[in-house]
């Protein structure tokens, strides 16, 4: 995977207040081209041997993988979880228009 392949990033957060301040530092400093904020969701999962549910709100972060490690870190000092949740999925194929303004939109000057 070279530099200025697209990423699809995801991480959940525990509120929509946290997910649009989030989201705007992450476009702010151009370490993606947009940023989704889903609907609430709910989370079903054991953490430390227990049953856990919880309301969250996903990201849907479309970045270039050149950007994921500051991504990455910019995401884990803002979470207050203990083991966010953030995985980085390949994007394969898409309108290339789209995926060429998403790499200018990454690009520092």
Known sequence: MNDDSLLLVFSNVPDRGLAKQLAAQIIAAKLAGCVNIS?????????????????????MIKTTQACYTRLEAMIRSQHPYELPEIIAIPVVTGLPAYLDWVRKETETP
Do not use: C, F, K, R
């Open 39 to 59: 609907a609430d969701i709910l989370s079903v999962y054991n953490w430390d041997g227990q049953l856990q549910t919880e309301n969250e709100v996903q990201l």
